[in-house]
């Protein structure tokens, strides 16, 4: 089922997913918000706590990657964009989704990798 793209164009038996497609990117923008600057403190904190050079490096590219994946996303989430600024946000809201998923890959490998 194809989602509205306003609440006005709602129907009757959609109501549901139109009142859903209304609501969830402006409550992802707000929670990505919130999350951001837990995401700085909590990647400070990891960084302090990195015993070695190279998990100080690996734990700053998780930190960094963080901050950009929900800084972007609630940008982009929040905000009303023309067609040209929200497609730029749309691209870097889902690179950032691989990046974060890059570097956790990098972080865990290197903390499983250090034990071993």
């Given at each position: 089922?194809?989602?509205?793209?306003?609440p006005t164009?709602?129907?009757?038996?959609?109501?549901?997913?139109?009142?859903?497609?209304?609501?969830?990117?402006?409550?992802?923008?707000?929670?990505?918000?919130?999350?951001?600057?837990?995401?700085?403190?909590?990647?400070?904190?990891?960084?302090?706590?990195?015993?070695?050079?190279?998990?100080?490096?690996?734990?700053?590219v998780y930190?960094?990657?963080?901050?950009?994946l929900?800084?972007?996303?609630?940008?982009?989430?929040?905000?009303?964009?023309?067609?040209?600024?929200?497609?730029?946000?749309?691209?870097?809201?889902?690179?950032?989704?691989?990046?974060?998923?890059?570097?956790?890959?990098?972080?865990?490998?290197?903390?499983?990798l250090?034990?071993?």
């Amino acid at each position: 089922m194809r989602l509205p793209a306003q609440p006005t164009d709602c129907r009757l038996e959609g109501g549901v997913e139109c009142a859903a497609a209304a609501l969830k990117p402006r409550m992802r923008g707000w929670l990505h918000a919130d999350v951001f600057p837990l995401s700085l403190v909590g990647g400070i904190v990891l960084i302090a706590v990195s015993r070695s050079a190279a998990a100080v490096g690996v734990c700053s590219v998780y930190a960094v990657s963080a901050c950009l994946l929900f800084g972007t996303s609630a940008v982009y989430h929040r905000g009303t964009w023309g067609p040209r600024g929200e497609a730029v946000l749309r691209r870097l809201d889902h690179a950032n989704i691989f990046l974060i998923i890059a570097a956790f890959t990098a972080h865990y490998t290197a903390i499983v990798l250090a034990a071993a």
